[in-house]
């Protein structure tokens, strides 16, 4: 792939823990800003961005020894790329699940806690793609924009 000239780009390097999402998520919503990208597209790469870094740490490394997680941005005039990596464990079946809908017409009691992240993951981006590569898991997250 040819680099563009016009693109910006931001990587971030952070552990595998709630509060390090937290503070990515923070400086990738002012990087963005700054990129001077509307408020709810900001919104929603911030929420798609939760969803896979919070599956991360939740599942590809074990609790007692969190590992790194890398976060490559690039917002083009037409689209922002994310690429999240990290070494630990592999997706099941080496692809993104199928991110399909919870049952949620039952009582409040009875809503499942989990299982809306990957339909969030897929309904909020453009491009999904997941790779393994020498131990390492790699997601491409790609959002189409009009541009600026």
Do not use: K
Not at 88 to 113: I, S, T
């Amino acid at each position: 792939m040819i680099p563009d000239p016009a693109a910006q780009h931001l990587t971030l390097h952070t552990r595998a823990s709630n509060l390090a999402v937290r503070e990515v998520l923070a400086r990738t919503r002012d990087w963005l800003h700054a990129c001077a990208m509307p408020d709810e597209a900001c919104g929603t790469v911030e929420l798609v961005l939760a969803e896979a870094l919070n599956n991360i740490v939740e599942h590809a490394y074990p609790p007692e020894t969190p590992g790194d997680i890398q976060i490559a941005l690039a917002l083009h005039p037409a689209r922002l790329v994310a690429i999240l990596s990290d070494q630990g464990a592999a997706l099941p079946g080496l692809c993104p699940p199928d991110g399909l809908l919870p049952e949620h017409d039952v009582a409040r009691g009875a809503l499942p806690e989990g299982g809306f992240g990957w339909f969030l993951i897929r309904d909020l981006t453009d491009q999904i793609d997941y790779r393994r590569a020498a131990g390492c898991n790699h997601l491409t997250l790609e959002f189409h924009r009009a541009p600026l």
